[in-house]
Each structure stands twice: as structure tokens, then as C-alpha cells.
């Protein structure tokens, strides 16, 4: 059983910036990727970034130039360096594990206020 375990949510202003961790535990395929999705009020989930075993990475435009993506391999955890956050990256923040299988985290909520 693949676990998913979220932290570093919060309240942040306008500009400021957050860090998401999430780290996995439970039986791993060494190959596989590690990502984060958002899903804002009466919206449906989309991708913010994610990050392969092998180091390759996406970014959602919206997000591009303002949050990194990185991950330590070794401890099976994610990272998401959030900054110059907006309003509009106000969502649940969920963690994603693809490795033939694909598991999610609980969430993690960010509020951007003005």
C-alpha cells in the first residue's frame, strides 16, 4: 500500500511564497513520476508540475517561472517551491505518484489573499 503524506499548506499574501512537501512510503517502483495537481472552488483538478524519476519536468503555464519542482530520490519525496503566489493559486494542493499505478495525497490547502 502506496501512502501519500502532504505538508506546508497555508495562508499566504499576495506575492509571498510556500513550500508543499509530500513525501511516499510503501512499496515504490524506483521508475516513476512524482507531480502536483490543484483544484480551485468549482473547478476541476489540473496540473501544477511534476517531476520523473529521471529528472524530466512539466510546468502548467500559469505557473511557469514562479514555482519549482524538485524531488530527493532517495527519500521518495516531492517538493514545490511556490512563489510570487496570486490569488487564483488559491486550491487544494494534491500530490501525485505515478509508477503504473497512480495514488493521490489528501490535499493540502493554500489561500492567496490580496
Known amino acids: 500500500q502506496v501512502q501519500l503524506v502532504e505538508s506546508g499548506g497555508g495562508l499566504v499574501q499576495a506575492g509571498g511564497s510556500l513550500r508543499l512537501s509530500c513525501a511516499a512510503s510503501?512499496?515504490?517502483?524506483?521508475?516513476?513520476?512524482m507531480g502536483w495537481y490543484r483544484q480551485a472552488p468549482g473547478k476541476q483538478r489540473e496540473l501544477v508540475a511534476f517531476?520523473?524519476?529521471?529528472?524530466?519536468?512539466k510546468y502548467a503555464d500559469s505557473v511557469q517561472g514562479r514555482f519549482t519542482i524538485s524531488r530527493d530520490n532517495a527519500k521518495n519525496t516531492v517538493y514545490l517551491q511556490m512563489n510570487s503566489l496570486k490569488r487564483e493559486d488559491t486550491g487544494v494542493y494534491y500530490c501525485?505518484?505515478?509508477?503504473?499505478?497512480?495514488?493521490w495525497g489528501q490535499g493540502t490547502q493554500v489561500t492567496v489573499s490580496s
Open positions: 510503501g512499496s515504490i517502483f524506483s521508475i516513476n513520476t
Open positions: 517531476m520523473t524519476s529521471s529528472g524530466s519536468t
Open positions: 501525485n505518484l505515478h509508477d503504473g499505478s497512480g495514488y
